[in-house]
Every structure is written in structure tokens, then in C-alpha cells.
């Protein structure tokens, strides 16, 4: 379902799942630590190929099936094993691929508030899209109530628990990049 920009779709969370999203569940997650400590959501952006938009890629790297012949840039990512809780597509079409109460694979070596192994504790959302490049209307149209019910259900997640990767992983990465808009969200960074 793609979301109009004068739309706000309502979510609801069943189970860990967002009933509204399409699921594509990835074998890349294992338990976290503490299913209950869920205290962070970190945003990143994605595309493959790296600027290019639509297309089966991300959710094939989510599920261990991207043909690494398919584009030249797909050769670096062959024993990449990532996923993330969600991705918003730029229609805003929202897709689920690992269970909220389930560690996703998607900060790797990072730190919050002096806190290491963000993957432990953070919700994961992917945007499609790139550091140089501004993002859809539509997909924050998806975004802004997909953060209020993750917050509404889990109770150590607010405005204040909501980073970008380049926030908890420094210098080794840069997304969602300085296009994204945090205050169409309501966050400042």
C-alpha cells in the first residue's frame, strides 16, 4: 500500500508485527539480550544500487537472495548478512522484515548515550533513498505515524529515543544523510 502525503495512515502492533505492513520476513535476526528493552530507533537510509530507487535489491539483501551478478556494486555485499525491523519504500509503502521483539541486524558497531550494541535495544527502519538526495513526501507521510505507534507500544521509546546511524556509528557512517528532514518528524539532531 503506498501512502498519499495527504494521508496518515493509522498502525497497529500485533505480536511485534505492524498489521499494515507488508511482511518479507529475513532470516538475518536472532533474541535479543532483553526482548523488553527495546529504548532506541535508529533511521537509515537505503538503495540499491547506491542511488537508484525501486526494484526487488533491498528486500533480496534482507533475505540472503540478491544476485551479486546482477550489478557490479552487489560483489561487495556477497557475505553481507543485514536486515532491518522496517523499510519505507518511496512511495511510502511500508514493509516489515524482522519482529519488533527480535534483534534486527542493521547498526552494527555502534554506541548511544555510552551505550554499545545498539542492534541490542534500537528498532531498525530503513528508508529508501541516499545521503544526496531528498526524500518522498510520501515516505514521511508513513514515517511520522509509524514512530508514534512504536512509541505508543513500547514504553521506553519517544521523541527523544529517535537517531540516525550516523548518530550511534560516527564516521563510519552517514545516514540517513542531510537531506532527511528531522523536523518533519519532530526531532532535532
Not at 533474541?31 to 538503495?47: F, M, Q, Y
Request: aromatic fraction near 10%; include cysteine.
Amino acid at each position: 500500500m503506498s501512502v498519499s502525503p495527504s494521508l496518515t495512515p493509522t498502525y497497529t502492533l500485533q505480536e511485534h508485527w505492524v498489521e499494515q505492513a507488508r511482511k518479507v520476513p529475513s532470516p538475518n535476526f536472532n533474541a535479543r539480550p532483553d526482548p523488553d528493552d527495546i529504548g532506541l530507533i535508529v533511521l537509515h537510509n537505503i538503495s540499491l544500487p547506491p542511488g537508484q530507487f525501486g526494484g526487488p535489491h533491498i528486500e533480496a539483501l534482507f533475505q540472503n537472495r540478491l544476485d551479486h551478478e546482477a550489478h557490479p556494486y552487489f560483489e561487495g555485499l556477497r557475505d553481507l548478512r543485514v536486515s532491518a525491523h522496517f523499510l519505507i519504500r518511496r512511495d511510502g509503502e511500508l514493509v516489515q522484515f524482522v519482529a519488533c521483539d527480535q534483534r534486527a541486524w542493521h547498526a552494527g558497531a555502534s554506541s548511544w548515550r555510552g551505550r554499545d550494541n545498539c542492534n541490542d535495544y534500537a528498532l531498525g527502519i530503513e528508508l529508501e533513498g541516499c545521503d544526496d538526495q531528498a526524500f518522498d513526501e510520501r515516505q514521511y507521510a508513513a514515517l511520522k505515524p509509524l514512530l508514534a505507534a512504536l512509541i505508543r507500544d513500547y514504553p521506553r521509546l519517544s521523541r527523544d529515543t529517535i537517531t540516525g546511524h550516523e548518530h550511534i556509528a560516527p564516521g563510519r557512517k552517514t545516514d540517513p544523510g542531510p537531506c532527511f528532514d528531522w523536523a518533519r518528524i519532530g526531532v532535532w539532531q
